[in-house]
C-alpha cells in the first residue's frame, strides 16, 4: 500500500508527500528528520491521507494535487481525492 499525504506546517503551509509506511514516514517529520521544508516548519500535523494500491499511483495523485492552487488543495484535503 501506498499514501499521499499533507501535512500543515506551523506557519500555516502544506507539504505533500508519499510514502508506503505512513506511520514512519509522519514520525520522522515530527522529529525534524525527513525533509528540509517541515524541518523548518515543525511542528506539522496530518490533515489528508489517500492509500493506493501502487507507487504509481501514489505519485499520479501526488503530482496532480500539487498542482492545484491551495484552496483547491484545501477543498480536496476535506473532501477526498
Do not use: Q
Not at 505512513?22 to 528540509?36: I, P, V
Amino acid at each position: 500500500m501506498f499514501y499521499v499525504y499533507v501535512l500543515k506546517c506551523r506557519d500555516g503551509s502544506l507539504y505533500t508527500g508519499y510514502t508506503n509506511d505512513l506511520k514512519k514516514r509522519l514520525s520522522m517529520h515530527k522529529e525534524g528528520k525527513a525533509s528540509k521544508y517541515t524541518r523548518s516548519r515543525l511542528p506539522v500535523e496530518l490533515v489528508a491521507k489517500w492509500s493506493f494500491a501502487t507507487k504509481s499511483e501514489a505519485m499520479k495523485h501526488e503530482i496532480s494535487f500539487k498542482s492545484l492552487t491551495r484552496e483547491a488543495k484545501i477543498a480536496t484535503a476535506r473532501n477526498g481525492f
